[in-house]
């Protein structure tokens, strides 16, 4: 039987699988697409490549291939050593669609209600604190950005609209929320009477 001259690549695979999402291959373009997710200074990869029956590629499998350019060659040789053919390889790196608050810290708060489903935030502050200029910390999802933006001191005595700008431009209005709290005080008096300062809007479970 004759050496064959296909010079096709079947798979092409990377190891990172959270920094791939997914490969196209078009053996009549011979070009292989990487739809990458940005994660971190991704510039090299180390594809696994499956051939045609007896064929070699050059880069080899497994060989470190820098992508920061945006597109390299690979050379495939069929297995009868003469047949020749070059493939494209190109790099796509896809926008992210997410505008998710992670994290929304300020001083006072331990941890700020994060309701993901109807984009709310609630933050519980001790009463007489100050909510005229509050300093903000968040976290929103990868290349997201936000108005106002994290650092920037915010009044909340009312409801404070920030809205959440995706990489791929998707928008979304998160509405944050101030709750002042007052503190749980119970106190006893010469009869032996107790009395509880309780806040309306709040449940309270007693055990005793």
Excluded: C, K
């Excluded at 490969?23 to 180390?46: R, Y």
């Excluded at 920061?68 to 060659?73: C, D, K, V």
């Excluded at 990868?142 to 791929?168: I, L």
């Amino acid at each position: 039987m004759p050496a064959s001259t296909e010079t096709y690549i079947l798979s092409f695979e990377l190891a990172g699988e959270d920094q791939v999402d997914n490969v196209e291959i078009d053996t009549d373009a011979h070009t292989v697409t990487l739809n990458l997710i940005p994660f971190g200074s991704l510039t090299t990869i180390f594809p696994e490549i499956e051939l045609s029956f007896g064929a070699s590629i050059t880069p080899a499998s497994g060989e470190e291939a820098d992508i920061s350019s945006g597109s390299f060659t690979y050379t495939v040789t069929a297995e009868d050593g003469i047949t020749t053919q070059d493939w494209t390889i190109s790099t796509n790196v896809l926008q992210s669609s997410e505008t998710d608050f992670l994290v929304f810290e300020t001083p006072g708060v331990s941890a700020a209600q994060i309701d993901a489903d109807n984009h709310e935030i609630q933050l519980f502050f001790p009463e007489g604190t100050d909510l005229t200029a509050v300093p903000t910390l968040i976290e929103l999802s990868r290349g997201a950005s936000s108005v106002p933006a994290s650092g920037v001191a915010q009044d909340f005595t009312a409801d404070v609209n920030y809205t959440v700008t995706a990489q791929d431009g998707t928008e979304q209005v998160w509405t944050v929320t101030a709750i002042t709290q007052r503190p749980f005080i119970t106190t006893w008096d010469s009869s032996g009477e107790v009395t509880i300062d309780m806040v309306s809007g709040f449940n309270y479970n007693f055990h005793y």
